[in-house]
């Protein structure tokens, strides 16, 4: 079957460094995304991973390691503006699916 | 504008109604997906597209359909709403088999 696991619920401090891990299980593997969705919003689309290792992009990193299906996104320099649902996706086949989040809470 | 819209944003209906939801897209994009979200369970597919001739069903297609009109539209139809559809549906689109998806502001809709 298919199976995308996040944590559900993550709190930080302002400044601080978050890593939000996702396990996966899916048939076919064309890349791995993470997206960014505040409250009541569309999600964002933050990163793409495809092959091993680690993708940078200012405050925001994710590491992916194919032959364990894992992932992580790293956010450094904690704003509280990222409080926020970090949503972990798996494109496989045709079609993309989604983990079911983690809520990020940014406290002071 | 939004490169990817949606209409109506919010909508509530009764039990039996039947309900559209519009999405119209101007990024050119020949692949546009219906998701629903509900909380605790992330976004799941409903149908989704890669031309106009082209229509698939998703994980949770049942009590669902779709039209693809054009290139730029594609709706989703609730033909007799009840009130476990209730939930915030988003359409979204991608340039290709591993692209990042694009999504509208979202639908809410509430089924009373």
């Known amino acids: 079957g298919q199976n995308i696991d996040q944590p559900t619920e993550m709190t930080a401090t302002e400044g601080a460094i978050v890593q939000i891990n996702c396990t996966y299980q899916?048939?076919?593997?064309?890349?791995l995304f993470w997206y960014q969705q505040h409250a009541g919003e569309a999600p964002t689309f933050l990163s793409y991973n495809v092959l091993d290792g680690l993708e940078e992009k200012g405050r925001f990193s994710s590491f992916l390691s194919r032959s364990k299906g894992y992932s992580y996104l790293l956010l450094k320099e904690l704003q509280m503006k990222d409080s926020a649902s970090y949503l972990c996706a798996v494109s496989g086949g045709f079609k993309t699916i989604f983990g079911a989040g983690t809520r990020l809470f940014v406290k002071a | 504008d939004a490169d990817v819209t949606q209409t109506p944003r919010n909508r509530i209906t009764k039990t039996g109604k039947r309900i559209m939801l519009e999405c119209s897209q101007t990024k050119g994009h020949d692949r546009m997906y219906w998701y629903r979200q509900d909380p605790g369970l992330g976004l799941q597919l409903i149908y989704y597209s890669f031309d106009v001739k082209d229509i698939n069903k998703g994980e949770i297609s049942d009590g669902y359909s779709v039209s693809r009109q054009a290139q730029a539209k594609f709706s989703l139809s609730l033909e007799s709403a009840i009130p476990n559809q209730t939930a915030l549906y988003f359409c979204?689109?991608?340039?290709?088999?591993?692209?990042?998806?694009?999504f509208g502001e979202g639908s809410r809709l509430t089924v009373l």
């Open positions: 899916t048939s076919g593997f064309n890349g």
């Open positions: 979204a689109t991608s340039s290709g088999r591993a692209g990042e998806l694009f």
